[in-house]
């Protein structure tokens, strides 16, 4: 059983819409990491949070540690944004990732 | 600039023919680790390194070995390749173990391997 669950999986959009993508895990943390999969190429590391809330340009991206869950929100979508989101529990537990299609 | 590069690309081969995946990094990281990426599997670790000459086993080791002779090569081995090892693989370095100061890692390109 995978210990890091995406939602959703697929995620279809136009562009600047607001998008959000969560991640749940069951244990505990010492850091979430959001990664970002290219088409083609290779992966890179977006945020490391351990608690609270970060943001870098238009990606933000929050953690609640009680709840186990983070979330990686979009603003103002761009047809560039579209990858695949990857989160990681401690960068050894990887989700499945979500796929993102922003469509102009 | 800091990198991983990953040799080759991309390679479709046989069953059975010896294959080696090169993985090198230029940021004096003492972690490297080998995962593959199946669809609905998410990345799985192979094996990993926490330094020259120190290896241990992933969740999927089966059908690979690595070395690690020097500090900044990493290099992924098929001895006898065979069709489930068809995916995508990722090397990865950070100067300290995930988990060890959540230094992020640094990710390859990724190989493309097609076993026949």
């Known amino acids: 059983k995978n210990e890091v669950e995406q939602s959703p999986q697929n995620l279809t959009a136009q562009e600047g819409e607001f998008i959000t993508i969560n991640c749940s895990y069951s244990?505990?943390?010492?850091?979430l990491h959001w990664l970002q999969q290219h088409p083609g190429g290779g992966i890179v590391s977006l945020f490391m949070l351990s608690s609270g809330k970060k943001k870098h340009g238009r990606l933000i991206a929050t953690i609640n540690i009680q709840e186990k869950h983070s979330s990686l929100h979009i603003t103002a979508s761009h047809p560039r944004d579209s990858a695949v989101y990857i989160c990681?529990?401690?960068?050894?537990?990887f989700g499945t990732g979500t796929s993102l299609t922003v469509i102009p | 600039e800091a990198q991983v590069t990953q040799n080759p690309r991309y390679l479709i081969t046989v069953t059975g023919k010896k294959l080696t995946v090169t993985c090198s990094q230029n940021m004096n990281h003492e972690y490297m680790s080998w995962y593959r990426q199946d669809p609905g599997l998410g990345l799985r670790q192979i094996y990993y390194s926490m330094n020259v000459e120190v290896t241990d086993k992933g969740d999927v080791p089966e059908g690979y070995k690595v070395s690690r002779k020097e500090k900044r090569n990493f290099p992924l081995i098929l001895e006898s390749p065979s069709p489930n090892q068809t995916s995508l693989y990722f090397c990865?370095?950070?100067?300290?173990?995930?988990?060890?100061?959540?230094?992020?890692?640094?990710f390859g390109d990724g190989t493309r391997l097609s076993i026949l």
């Open positions: 990681a529990r401690n960068q050894f537990y």
């Open positions: 990865a370095s950070s100067l300290y173990p995930p988990g060890w100061g959540n230094q992020p890692q640094h």
């Open positions: 244990v505990g943390i010492s850091a």
